[in-house]
């Protein structure tokens, strides 16, 4: 292909990209495919002579889009949003152009600059306290991270590293193995799994907070397990909060359990991945007092913020904290302008060497939104929860299961666990609308979770006369 083809095939793919979302609620949310439906529509290899490109996207429709889940649809309500809006597909189109792999400053000085500058913009969005901006001349600063996950790893391994070199320092007789023997990592029994599986890459004993009945963690109980395993001679080391957890979108007492952290000399990482993109709206803001006891704290402007995957975004207080837990210079990445006193290698904030360019969609998205547009992305699918909510009260064969506070609804149907499941398996076998379960207090619970950026009210009421429907049908049959 070449550059007279681009021109025209770009054309018509974005023609392509733009119908297919403007019609995408006409297709069935959920495919109707068995586990291994497409190999039998391609061949076994891969050609020896090249092929059309129009024979390709033919087999687009023909192969690929039959079994796609469509997340954008507005009939998507299962796990949380993955954020797109066209401002990022065009900056990430321009990132694949570019095509740099920005592992440090001299591997393309604009594409380190810009996410250290774009991290900035979105911290003060937050209102994070002045010790997460790196400004000029600040000891913190942001990252992006490709995953939630990873940013929680990546917090664990550094809090490691630092609980190790500070345990040495006093007890230089003590053998790391030793030490990592005794570190606990802590967390809610409500986290991610993303936190647990941290531990075990860690290879750190990991233990479970309970959380109250609203489904955060409060600070006196975790107190009471720090005492009782400090008397048994282990070194608590790390905690990890959730604001916003994946069940309920519950957000665990970070202002009880900053102090408690911060005295324990624990590192304490916040894990906001759908949240934290609320936290631009002053009204919800509040949610993240205590990340002022934090060490790190992230959160997925690819889930809730117009910004397509990948782009998680992490802050440290102190990057010399993370920079130092896995600072690698063989001579081959060394250049001339590394301690320069900004950042300039954000190959030692992550996992992998090599980076994209990934802070070009939040150029452009910040700046074709602006802080008020991005607002009243997050207050219009905070309403249409809000409204999903009151039809599930209304109706009195419902509950609701948690505390509704942003765009997440938990409900079910009042009775024996069996009835929700039955009634989820229905909802999702109709392919209407697509929905997950969670488990909240050993109830099997439905959650509904406002996802694509073009769901309306009418998709949500539409939403919720197809579940009553389904709901009326599954109860008669068992009378
Ligand atoms: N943490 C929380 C609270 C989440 O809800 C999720 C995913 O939904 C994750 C972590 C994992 O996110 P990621 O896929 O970015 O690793």
Redesign the pocket.
């Known amino acids: 292909m070449d550059s007279a083809e681009f021109r025209r095939r770009g054309k018509e793919m974005v023609d392509y990209v733009a119908d297919y979302l403007d019609n995408v609620e006409q297709r069935p949310v959920y495919p109707d495919v068995e586990p291994g439906y497409l190999r039998s529509l391609i061949p076994a290899e891969a050609p020896l002579e090249p092929e059309k490109y129009d024979d390709i996207m033919t087999d687009v429709e023909r192969v690929i889009m039959p079994g796609v889940t469509h997340w954008h649809s507005p009939y998507f309500y299962a796990?949380?949003p993955a954020a797109s809006s066209y401002p990022a597909m065009l900056a990430d189109m321009l990132c694949t152009a570019i095509g740099c792999i920005g592992f440090s400053w001299a591997a393309s000085p604009a594409c380190t600059e810009l996410e250290t500058v774009m991290l900035d913009w979105l911290g003060k969005m937050l209102n994070l306290p002045e010790d997460f901006i790196a400004g000029t001349e600040g000891q913190g600063g942001g990252v992006i991270q490709s995953?939630?996950?990873?940013a929680?790893l990546v917090s664990m391994l550094a809090a490691r590293c630092k609980a190790v070199r500070r345990i040495q320092a006093s007890n230089p007789e003590k053998s790391e193995a030793d030490i990592l023997s005794k570190l606990v990592a802590y967390t809610s029994e409500q986290?991610?799994c993303?936190?647990e599986r941290a531990s075990l890459i860690a290879g750190v004993m990991m233990k479970k907070v309970p959380a109250d009945n609203n489904y955060g963690v409060e600070g006196a109980v975790l107190k009471r397990m720090l005492e009782q395993d400090k008397a048994d001679g282990l070194i608590p080391f790390y905690f990890c909060a959730?604001l916003?957890?994946?069940a309920s979108c519950a957000f665990d007492h970070t202002t009880e359990l900053g102090p408690i952290c911060n005295e324990e000399q624990m590192w304490m990482h916040i894990?906001?991945?759908?949240a934290g993109s609320a936290f631009i709206c002053p009204e919800f803001r509040p949610l993240l007092n205590g990340i002022e006891f934090a060490d790190s704290f992230n959160f997925?402007p690819?889930?809730w913020l117009l910004i397509n995957f990948d782009c998680?975004a992490m802050w440290v207080k102190k990057r010399e904290s993370i920079i130092g837990a896995f600072k690698m210079e063989p001579l081959y990445l060394k250049h001339e302008n590394q301690e320069s006193g900004v950042i300039t290698d954000y190959r030692h904030w992550q996992i992998p060497l090599s980076r994209r360019f990934r802070s070009l969609k939040m150029w452009f998205v910040f700046r074709m939104y602006g802080l008020q547009g991005l607002q009243d992305h997050i207050r219009k699918q905070v309403a249409l929860a809000k409204e999903f909510e009151s039809l599930v009260r209304a109706d009195n064969r419902f509950e609701i299961c948690a505390k509704v506070v942003m765009g997440l609804v938990c409900f079910r149907l009042k009775g024996s666990n069996g009835l929700s499941e039955l009634l989820l398996k229905r909802i999702n076998k109709s392919r209407e609308i697509h929905l997950v379960p969670c488990q909240l207090s050993a109830r099997f619970v439905l959650r509904f979770a406002i996802c694509a950026g073009s769901t309306e009210s009418r998709h949500i009421q539409q939403a919720w006369k197809h579940i009553t429907k389904l709901t009326s049908e599954m109860l008669e049959y068992r009378h």
């Open positions: 796990y949380f995953t939630a996950s990873e929680t986290a991610h993303s936190v959730t916003g957890t994946t894990d906001a991945a759908y997925n690819h889930k998680s």
